[in-house]
């Protein structure tokens, strides 16, 4: 149904905004460098031909096939409203903020994610468990996490027991692709 309702707006949205929409969800993807001089072009044809309608249903109609290919490639353009902070790190007292805990670990681009109320090693414990369940061998890059959704914004942190180059290196693949991670904790 999210499909469906993400169309029929794609339909009724103005090309400005759809051209938007779309450079904002690419420029936080890895893919994004392929595309840039295509926004620039588009632009610049929206500019200059802002009262030729033919031009403006030409533009519209390559930015559509432009998201309609990018499904077909398995990127959810829905994600493109999200967003995602990493910051520092936090103790038990970060459950009186709102924030909940959660392990995470990633395996062939994949992410397995456990959240729940037991502590870190409670919740790792049961996530390597499900990960010998599924014949998977468990990493030693568990991530220990607080996270929190402030509105559409997911707010990630550290837990105390998370090793500082572990969060760091995690930092690093979540600034490389957000979306990624956004889209498993939006299944929490």
């Known amino acids: 149904m999210g499909e469906l309702k993400s169309r029929l707006k794609e339909n009724f949205a103005s090309t400005w905004k759809l051209l938007s929409d779309t450079n904002h969800f ?15 072009k588009w632009r610049l044809q929206l500019q200059t031909h802002k009262n030729n309608s033919e031009v403006l249903q030409d533009v519209r109609k390559e930015i559509v096939s432009l998201r309609k290919n ?58 390597g468990q499900r990960l010998i369940e599924k014949r998977l061998r468990q990493k030693e890059d568990l991530h220990s996490l607080w996270y929190l959704w402030d509105n559409r914004l997911l707010l990630l942190s550290g837990a105390d027991s998370e090793p500082p180059e572990h969060f760091e290196h995690f930092r690093g693949e979540v600034e490389a692709d957000p979306y990624f991670y956004i889209a498993a904790f939006l299944k929490v």
């Open 26 to 40: 690419l420029s936080r993807t890895p893919i994004f460098v392929q595309y840039e001089s295509l926004f620039r």
């Open 70 to 127: 990018l499904r077909l490639q398995g990127y959810n353009l829905m994600l493109g409203q999200y967003q995602i902070k990493v910051e520092g790190f936090r103790s038990d007292n970060a459950m009186a903020l709102g924030f909940q805990r959660a392990v995470l670990t990633c395996i062939d681009r994949q992410v397995f994610l456990m959240s729940g109320q037991d502590n870190h090693n409670e919740l790792k414990s049961r996530l």
